[in-house]
Structures are given as C-alpha cells and as structure tokens.
C-alpha cells in the first residue's frame, strides 16, 4: 500500500521523550501546505503502524508521519524496514525503558537506528543541545544530510531564543541560519522543550518549502494535547493538566513551565 501511493514522503519520529507530541506538533504544521497522516494517539508499535497503514492511509495523502516506540535495540530499525522513512526526527534521548533495552549505549544506539536508516537523500532533524545525539557518531555510510536545532548551543541551522511563557502560551525567536533576520513565533503549548519539538518541526516544514510567514502561522494552530500540559482557565485560576506524564524528565519539565508562571503556584502530583 505504501508502494502504490507515488511521492509519498515519510516521516519517522523517535526518542526517549516528546514523541507523540512531536507528531502532533509536527501534523498541524505540515498541513497548512500538505495533505497528512500521523499514526493516532501514542500508536508507535509494528502492529499499530501497519493498522494505520491499512485502515487509514489515502492516495490523497503527501505525508505519513510515523511515531516509533521501542523497548529494545533493532526495534527503531525494524519500524524503517516496515515503512521506509526518508525523513526522521530524534525528539530526546534519555534512560527509559533500561530495564529493558540493558543499557544507556544501547538506548542511544536504538533510537539513532532510525537516522543510520535514511538515505542519502534523506533529512534528519537532531537536537544538538542534547549531548547524546551531538556526540553520537553516525555509522550509516550514505549519510543523510543532517539539521541540528538548538536553544543553548549557537552553531546550529535551526536556533530559538527569548522565550518567554504566560497563562496564553509561549512565545519565542527563531532564526535560521541561511537568513540574516529573525522570525517571532507564538504557540498555545507550554514549556521549553515544546519549544524544542516546534523547532524540528519547523525545520522539516521550511525543508519542505513552506513559507516562514505560514510556519508563524501553523505554529499560532498547534494545538495541545489532552492532559500533556494543558493549560486550562477554571474560573478565577488556571490548571496545567499534565496527567499524562509518567517520566522524571517530563515532571521537571512541567516544573520548569510552572516556574516560568508568575502569581501563587499549587504542585498536585
């Protein structure tokens, strides 16, 4: 099926960290210009893919956005045999699931699977303020080429600063690095590492030759995901919803958002 839909771009996203959001994120962009679809929910298994393969992908759709999950290594690589992604996005690198996959090495070797897999007319999208995907070294000899996205870290093509976050959302700065100006953007979402999940998003949407005035735009759209810091008026006060969240990184991540919050701070958790 995925065969017989010509120019199909796919796209694979992975990590340790922000996958299903990403892949929310990276949905609304891409439809401004694009017909897209993106496995449903938090689906990133081989049998969630190919159930979404068969029961939902059109030949009317230009992009398949692929979450990928995995418990050990040679799993990522498995998913690329399955639906071959040209493009991939790696959203963090951390230790979950080391129980199962044995290892902190092997953690960062499964996930660079879906990058190693590219082709050589490929695009990766890493994130070099992580340390785990700037040290790694890449051993796939068709090297794709590859766009680094940042906050802390200056040399990179993709760079977003003064971010700022209040009870409508974030806002920040992005400058890319083959343009001399910088580019202001606003989004609903919360917190630096959705700034993060946006910045790859944009990189990818600015690849494939969306305008930076309709990237301003589809980021204003993004929606949040249910229940993943989901900002919330309840009469005289707000509520952060993060009930999803089941990770030590992401509870300091919804922390840090809640710092940014000016007036009395409640923590339920």
């Known amino acids: 099926k995925l065969k017989s839909i010509n ?3 796919v796209i694979g996203i992975t990590g340790s960290y922000g996958k299903t959001s990403s892949k929310n994120i990276l ?8 017909n897209c679809l993106a496995t449903p929910k938090s689906i990133n298994t081989f049998n969630g893919l190919m159930i ?14 692929a979450e990928m999950g995995a418990y050990v290594k040679g799993e990522i690589n498995g998913l690329c045999k399955l639906v071959n992604p040209k493009y991939g996005i790696i959203t963090s690198i951390g230790n979950a699931h080391l129980a199962t996959f044995g290892s902190e090495q092997n ?21 070099k303020d992580d340390l785990k995907q700037k040290n790694y070294k890449i051993k796939n000899k068709n ?10 870290n200056k040399d990179v093509d993709v760079k977003a600063s003064n971010i700022k976050c209040n009870s409508k959302g974030t806002s920040f700065t992005v400058k890319f ?4 100006k910088t580019y202001d953007f606003e989004t609903k979402l919360l917190g630096k590492h959705n700034v993060y999940n946006i910045l790859a998003s944009i990189a990818l949407g600015y690849e494939f030759g969306i305008s930076i005035k309709n990237l301003q735009q589809a980021v204003k759209k993004v929606k949040p995901v249910e229940h993943r810091l989901e900002l919330k008026r309840l009469g005289d006060f707000y509520q952060i919803d993060d009930a999803y969240n089941s990770n030590p990184i992401g509870a300091k991540n919804a922390l840090d958002v809640l710092d940014l919050m000016k007036g009395t701070k409640v923590v339920v958790t």
Not at 27 to 33: F, G, T, V
Not at 53 to 65: C, P, Q, V
Not at 177 to 180: F, R
């Open 177 to 180: 690095k083959d343009i001399e």
């Open 7 to 9: 120019n199909l771009k």
């Open 52 to 65: 979404t393969i068969n029961n939902k992908l059109s030949k009317l759709d230009d992009i398949f956005i």
């Open 27 to 34: 949905n609304d962009i891409l439809k401004i210009k694009f």
């Open 143 to 152: 090297k794709c080429k590859i766009i680094w996205i940042g906050i802390d």
């Open 107 to 127: 953690i960062i070797d499964g996930k660079m699977e879906l990058i190693e897999y590219l082709p050589s007319d490929g695009i990766g999208v890493l994130n």
